[in-house]
């Protein structure tokens, strides 16, 4: 079952924050984000594996939630390099993933 | 660094035609795995390969099959293409530790049923 990203869709201005969200309705093990510019390959951010969380990148970061089957996404201090499409990606078995819908990020100067 | 290539960045073909979508990597990777990728539905699992001649199916096989003869080669297979295959397609690759190996992606294959 694909987890739910949230928002689907969000606009900032140079140097904001956002954060997007990442809900299962099932036990989550591990967690992956990628990001997906416009007409390019899904680039692999960050894992976070159950009990502890990997950072990625510098302003780019992310928690891991078990009780709640959450994974979130903090983005500080936005770039117009950030915008693209980021998409969660829950592992299953043998490294196979179920990815989210995505979330849509708009940069602006 | 890791190289996914894929074929063809566009492709069209029409109803009923056998359509074969190629993906190498250069990492020597175990698994590989072919996504279909549709606007508000992300990407969704067709097939997914862990060794030579091995395959299992993902979570939208229905029409697709895959062959994987070499380690490095990953075909994605539409038997008897239909519109509504009209898509982009994503090919990646991973090493096969569980969990926390990232997945790397070629740049997609855009394909247009006629």
């Known amino acids: 079952q694909q987890p739910v990203q949230s928002p689907q869709a969000v606009i900032l201005r140079e140097g904001e924050d956002a954060v997007i969200n990442c809900s299962s309705s099932?036990?989550?093990?591990?967690v992956h984000w990628y990001r997906q510019k416009h007409g390019e390959a899904p680039v692999f951010l960050m894992i976070l594996l159950k009990g502890g969380e990997q950072k990625g990148h510098e302003k780019i970061s992310a928690s891991f939630n078990e009780k709640k089957q959450q994974s979130s996404l903090y983005l500080t201090a936005s770039q117009l390099s950030y915008s693209g499409t980021y998409f969660c990606g829950k592992g299953t078995s043998y490294g196979k993933l179920t990815f989210g819908q995505g979330t849509i990020l708009t940069v602006h100067p | 660094d890791v190289k996914v290539t894929q074929s063809s960045r566009y492709l069209v073909k029409r109803t009923g035609e056998k359509v074969f979508l190629e993906c190498v990597q250069d990492?020597?990777?175990?698994?590989m795995f072919w996504y279909r990728q549709d606007p508000g539905l992300g990407l969704r699992l067709i097939y997914f390969s862990y060794d030579v001649k091995m395959k299992e199916k993902g979570d939208i096989p229905e029409g697709y099959s895959v062959s994987r003869e070499k380690k490095e080669r990953f075909s994605l297979i539409l038997e008897s293409a239909s519109t509504n295959q009209t898509s982009m397609y994503l090919c990646?690759?991973?090493?096969?530790?569980?969990?926390?190996?990232?997945?790397?992606f070629g740049d997609g294959t855009r394909l247009s049923i006629l």
């Open positions: 099932k036990a989550l093990y591990s």
């Open positions: 990646a690759s991973s090493f096969r530790d569980r969990d926390n190996q990232p997945q790397h």
């Open positions: 990492m020597d990777h175990e698994n």
